[in-house]
């Protein structure tokens, strides 16, 4: 059983399309977040979620749209994607927030053409 | 807001050797530094974290060191393996609901046999 798995793992799309990542941790946590690795492997973090609330919302475009429906599932829709956006982006999740370990899914790569 | 400087970038070593990677921060008040392994294709795993109540922290062929003066912590990983070789990553963090982990760039290992 995966404790933090996200879909899809790889994405390739068009400029200007709309696409979605999709979370989902069994861990029972309360906090799940999504962190974006660039092409130099630098980690950034982007939302974090706490029991479907809001708390880290980074200086991230508007066309970045996450959504918690429960604290178990948490997913990125990006909208009108651009070059820039090509990255891996991870989602994690930890017991509760501002603590504790970072359990992290194994990435979906996305990249815009 | 913190920053975590990481160096070196990139660290090669033969089999048996040993290897120190070090970080900087920048925020007094951060208080925990964990360390994460990212392997090729996977998502970050946290192999070994500090509280800023302890100096020094070991488990196995791994060890983490503490300057909470002159703020600055280091990975030292002795007997290096081939499958050591990853990208390692440190970071830091205040206590706190809404404080965010803010990771250093990286340092890929590469263990030659």
């Known amino acids: 059983d995966t404790a933090v798995s996200q879909t899809p793992k790889y994405l390739v799309t068009q400029m200007g399309n709309d696409k979605s990542i999709k979370c989902e941790q069994n861990?029972?946590?309360?906090?799940m977040y999504w962190y974006k690795q660039d092409s130099k492997k630098f980690l950034k973090i982007m939302f974090s979620?706490?029991?479907?609330?809001?708390?880290i919302n980074e200086t991230v475009p508007n066309r970045f749209s996450p959504k918690s429906p429960d604290k178990a599932h948490l997913n990125l829709h990006i909208n009108s994607l651009e070059l820039g956006d090509s990255a891996v982006y991870f989602c994690?999740?930890?017991?509760?927030?501002?603590?504790?370990?970072?359990?992290f899914g194994e990435g979906s790569r996305l990249t815009v053409l | 807001g913190e920053n975590v400087e990481q160096h070196p970038s990139t660290l090669s070593v033969q089999e048996g050797d040993s290897a120190v990677i070090k970080c900087t921060y920048s925020?007094?008040?951060?208080?925990?530094f964990p360390w994460y392994k990212q392997e090729l294709g996977k998502g970050p795993q946290l192999i070994i974290d500090?509280?800023?109540?302890?100096g020094e922290k070991k488990d196995q062929r791994i060890a983490v060191t503490l300057n909470k003066t002159a703020k600055h912590f280091s990975l030292h990983i002795t007997e290096t393996q081939p499958e050591d070789s990853a990208v390692y990553f440190c970071?830091?963090?205040?206590?706190?609901?809404?404080?965010?982990?803010?990771f250093g760039k990286g340092t890929k290992l590469t263990v030659n046999p």
């Open positions: 994690a999740s930890s017991p509760r927030s501002g603590a504790g370990e970072l359990f």
């Open positions: 861990l029972g946590h309360d906090t």
């Open positions: 979620y706490n029991n479907k609330e809001l708390i």
């Open positions: 925020d007094s008040a951060s208080n925990y």
């Open positions: 500090i509280r800023s109540n302890v």
């Open positions: 970071a830091a963090r205040r206590q706190g609901g809404s404080e965010k982990l803010v």
